[in-house]
DNA sequence: AGAAAACCTACTTTTTTACTCAGGTTTAAC
DNA sequence: GTTAAACCTGAGTAAAAAAGTAGGTTTTCT
């Protein structure tokens, strides 16, 4: 049950963007040093996060990544599903496209991971790219 | 977030025990063949459920293997721990053991992910085999 | 003794992951 | 219009993990 690093790296990049939210576009490489990713593979993950829609570029000197909404409509559910394809602990109990099982009527292991798929959604769907900055801040808070 | 084999398998082989729990011990090839499952490849799977205490062996003729405890004393997340180690969307959340993280006291993707784990292991540590004997017989019932 | 079954170890093949690299195209400041 | 900074694309690759195979040894029941 282990993310790959495209989700691990795909939600860092995320948060960062995040982070700097409003201002000018952030050029691939800040957040490659900042979040400490090679920036050839980064530039891979991030194309797929401007395919599915979670980023804009603006190309060109001075340019760089924005995301595509405000930070409280990206979720981490909206960007592991990007990086990583649907959720799905087995095939048979993908969000999408479940693959076939002779014994899908009677399998009862099928239904356990059908459960831990719905709590793996419910919990990566319930915290946005806001929530996070919030906890940021309370950190920071409580630090000082 | 797959599972790889090992735990789906794993679990399937469980459950299977479970069913015939209390009677004489299940050879190994009878499991394998009622699970769809290369005989030579669950052998390895089962020695790991073993070595985690799960299951008894019996050897010899009409031997087999038997749990090693009561269906409603063994939970779904006993299994996967056993054969896939410990539960951790990423290595710096690992519920045993995390990995170093310079930036662990700054960094909100990790508390994330340790919230994703936290929901993991509740809902699995939540199902033991006696419920899923239970969903069995219910399912078993709506059909006639 | 013979058969059935667990046990053990090592090997092979396949797939996935995590990159790297090379070369392109586009844009904007100057 | 040149140049530098950025994005874009696709191929290739090394390492690791996953998945499965194979063959032999030991144990115990009958």
Known sequence: MRLSTRGHYG????FDLAQHYGSEPIP??????????SDNYLEQLIAI?????????????????ILAR???????????????GPIAPVDCVS??????????DSCITRTVWA???????????????????RDAENLLENKQ
């Open 28 to 37: 691939l490489k800040t957040v490659a040093e900042r979040q400490n990713i």
């Open 11 to 14: 939600l860092k990049a995320m």
């Open 70 to 84: 405000e930070p409280g409509n990206i979720t981490v559910g909206d960007i592991i599903r990007a990086m990583e």
């Open 115 to 133: 459960k831990v798929r719905d709590r793996l959604a419910e919990v990566m769907d319930s915290i946005s790219l806001a929530d996070m900055l």
């Open 49 to 65: 996060l401007r395919k599915a829609g979670l980023v804009k570029s603006i190309r060109g000197s001075q340019g760089g990544y």
């Open 95 to 104: 969000e999408v496209e479940p693959a076939e099982c002779t014994q899908a």
